[in-house]
């Protein structure tokens, strides 16, 4: 499959060298004020930019028809536009916050841990993410993901970023430390105890094994899907 980067930093380099072991050819890698123009000669592109930037890059793909996969964080307010136009272009798209099978399954956890604790009023839910200091968003998408989790499964009706829950709406306290690359913290708290789930990613692998393996998974697919529809979730 020949693949173009589209941000080729980061997360770009570790791509390349995932997409080269599995076989794939990378025909472009752009970075930001590079042309698009060599993204055309992909079966499929990999995008992992900025928050401001994901938007343009997506419509410029889908406008194109090529096939995108889009891991960069802070566009959701955007969603259900790009869902439109992908619908309308008849393109394929897979966008996630996270790549991981890891975080994925740790996605599933989360919301049956939400259920289940949502009857009993004892114990007071903390959500914490920990990045690298580069990070230009938070808090976090997989946090972000995280919270809408528990808002499915309880009565919480919204986020915010701060470590203090505010009525309805959760607490994501984000904090950022040198080389960290992804750490997430689900923790539900009583006087007598406490309950925690904690994923914490040792490398960018992760997360770049998982968006060469969406790639591979929409070559022959249209429309507008996320990880948990490429793992099967
Ligand atoms: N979904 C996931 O699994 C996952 C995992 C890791 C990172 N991310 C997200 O991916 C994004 C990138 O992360 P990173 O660590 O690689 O960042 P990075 O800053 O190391 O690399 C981003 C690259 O994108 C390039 N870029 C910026 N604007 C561009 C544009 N308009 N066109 C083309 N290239 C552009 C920059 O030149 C840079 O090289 C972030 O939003 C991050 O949150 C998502
Ligand atoms: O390094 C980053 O930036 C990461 N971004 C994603 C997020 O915002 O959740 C995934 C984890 C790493």
Do not use: M, T
């Given at each position: 499959m020949k693949i173009g980067l589209l941000g080729y930093g980061k997360m770009g380099k570790v791509i390349e060298r995932i997409a080269q072991e599995r076989g794939h050819e990378i025909v472009a890698r752009i970075n930001k004020?590079?042309?698009?123009?060599?993204?055309?000669?992909?079966d499929v592109v990999i995008e992992f930019t900025a928050p401001e930037s994901a938007l343009e890059n997506l419509k410029y793909c889908i406008n194109k028809q090529i096939p995108i996969i889009c891991g960069t964080t802070?566009?959701?307010?955007s969603i259900e536009e790009i869902y439109k136009l992908v619908s309308d272009q008849n393109a394929a798209l897979v966008h996630a916050s996270n790549f991981s099978l890891g975080v994925n399954l740790f996605f599933e956890l989360n919301k049956r841990l939400a259920a289940l604790m949502e009857p009993f009023e004892d114990y007071q839910l903390a959500v914490q993410e920990i990045h690298h200091t580069e990070k230009a968003d938070a808090p976090s998408g997989t946090a972000i993901t995280l919270a809408e989790g528990i808002m499915e499964n309880t009565h919480f009706k919204g986020w915010h970023l701060g470590k203090e829950n505010e009525k309805d709406s959760i607490g994501i306290e984000a904090l950022r430390e040198h080389d960290v690359k992804g750490t997430h913290l689900v923790s539900w708290n009583s006087d007598v105890d406490q309950i925690e789930i904690k994923h914490t990613a040792h490398s960018r692998d992760g997360f770049a094994l998982g968006a060469v393996i969406a790639a591979e998974w929409l070559l022959d697919k249209k429309g507008s899907f996320t990880m948990k529809d490429v793992l099967g979730l």
């Open positions: 004020d590079d042309s698009k123009n060599d993204l055309e000669k992909s802070g566009w959701n307010s």
